[in-house]
């Protein structure tokens, strides 16, 4: 597991929604203030970006996979991630990814919303992500 120094989550989100959007290839085309103070990349590091900006190397692969799946199926996923900072420190977020759909009903896009996560879901999530990653070697 990767060390680095958590930063305090009540900064980061301050009572703050993060909230971005995706093209179906999974691209940032918009991303709010929040996001920026959270990860701490500008605009144009982020805009045109994939989410591996801030994919933190803890975070199992399986969790995306199933998030991808979920949301190309054109149903929701919520859980938790832990997000890298430019800086190298780390956040959690409870995020919600919705897939956005145009008037014939097909997926245009993805919006992502996330909140602080809570410090009990993130010590449990901590030791199952820990499980999940000694599993994918």
Known sequence: MTKVTPINEE?????????SQTDLSGKII?????FYEASGYANEQVIGSTYDII??????????EKLWHSINDGQAWTGLVKNLRSDGRYYWDDLSVLPVKNDDGEIVSFISVSRQASKKNIQENEVLY???????V
Do not use: T, W
């Open 11 to 19: 900064y980061v989100h301050a009572g703050k929604a993060i909230i």
């Open 30 to 34: 918009y991303a709010n203030s929040a």
């Open 55 to 64: 994919r933190h190397p803890d975070m199992p692969k399986i969790i995306f």
């Open 130 to 136: 820990q499980k999940m990653l000694s599993s994918e």
